[in-house]
């Protein structure tokens, strides 16, 4: 399975955006999904992670609260929404996948991966 993400941007402190992450095969139904974020100089971190179905979910604390994600099994696609942005959640954001029931925070779990999209908030 291959991930293309989309959706990033630039947006103002307070601002949403929404990610998208499109799988390219019908079998990522059967992947947990997650979303990492890397700012320069710092270690990957977790996000927010989904299990196969949709029904279990995973957040860091620090997006917990403002932060959303969700699966669309029929349009291989799963999502982040991203509510009161914060300077501090500046990054390029990844898509991560990997078969199993999920959630998985461990980035070591995943092993396929997207190209990421940089999303900058300013304020």
């Known amino acids: 399975v291959q991930l293309v993400e989309s959706g990033g941007g630039l947006v103002q402190a307070g601002g949403s955006l929404r990610l998208s992450c499109a799988a390219s095969?019908?079998?990522?139904?059967?992947?947990?999904m997650a979303w990492f974020r890397q700012a320069p100089g710092k270690e990957r971190e977790f996000v927010a992670a989904?299990?196969?179905?949709?029904?279990?979910?995973a957040y860091a604390d620090s997006v917990k609260g403002r932060f959303t994600i969700s699966r669309d099994n029929a349009k291989n696609t799963v999502y982040l929404q991203m509510n009161t942005l914060k300077p501090d959640d500046t990054a390029n954001y990844y898509c991560?996948?990997?078969?199993?029931?999920?959630?998985?925070?461990?980035?070591?779990?995943?092993?396929?991966w997207g190209q990421g999209t940089q999303v900058t908030v300013f304020s």
């Open positions: 095969e019908r079998t990522y139904r059967t992947y947990a």
């Open positions: 991560a996948a990997v078969q199993g029931v999920g959630p998985y925070s461990d980035y070591h779990l995943y092993d396929v």
């Open positions: 989904i299990n196969w179905s949709g029904s279990n979910t």
